[in-house]
């Protein structure tokens, strides 16, 4: 897309009109593009790395991706205990997951708010194996209760038109039921949204960050 671009610019002189109608079909190409991308990785399962996964260090990773996103009106809380259960997960997947679901609550603040994410273990039952809690918290609009169950179907999208493509909770979904956990949603119009990925844990301490 962007070689097109050069090519179509090289050489001539346009006026204002026709910057404007070059800028717009690079923005097209580029909207595209990353259409494609997440149809392709939704249509097929990622291959994924899990390794330990400090809950701490995952939020540092995370805050610093995020804080310029969230414009001065939506406040993070975190909760990341360092020395806790780990994630036994992909670490880039995890955090990719995470910053989509910390965008997804800040559009649901258009008027600003508190976002709150927490990691804590998660009480083993019936022989399950340990898992680590990971949830994300609004003080947002909600989501009404007709559609709450469709909100991680691909394509489907409570957002206006052209602001979503109805792709980011259900990556989210899927990652976590690949990584053998499972995705909660409760959210009621009004109150805000909180979901929450179980996710596996592990007691192996997190392997040593690349040089």
Do not use: Y
Request: with cysteine; aromatic share 4%; proline share 5%.
């Amino acid at each position: 897309r962007f070689a097109l671009g050069a090519v179509m610019t090289m050489g001539l002189v346009m006026g204002e009109r026709e910057k404007v109608v070059i800028d717009q079909m690079r923005h097209a190409a580029t909207q595209g593009t990353e259409l494609v991308r997440r149809m392709m990785a939704f249509a097929r399962q990622q291959d994924l790395t899990p390794d330990s996964v400090d809950p701490a260090t995952l939020c540092d990773s995370v805050a610093g991706l995020v804080d310029h996103t969230l414009g001065g009106k939506v406040q993070v809380e975190w909760e990341c205990p360092q020395g806790a259960m780990n994630l036994f997960v992909d670490r880039g997947q995890l955090e990719l997951a995470l910053m989509n679901l910390i965008i997804n609550a800040r559009d649901a603040m258009p008027d600003g708010g508190t976002i709150k994410v927490a990691i804590a273990a998660e009480e083993a039952k019936g022989g399950r194996k340990p898992m680590v809690r990971l949830s994300v918290t609004d003080t947002g609009t909600g989501i009404p209760e007709d559609v709450l169950e469709r909100v991680t179907e691909p394509f489907f999208t409570t957002k206006e038109a052209g602001k979503g493509t109805g792709l980011g909770l259900s990556m989210v979904a899927g990652f976590a039921h690949q990584s053998g956990g499972e995705i909660r949603i409760d959210s009621a119009v009004g109150r805000g949204t909180t979901i929450e990925l179980l996710l596996p844990a592990t007691e192996a301490a997190p392997a040593d960050p690349a040089a």
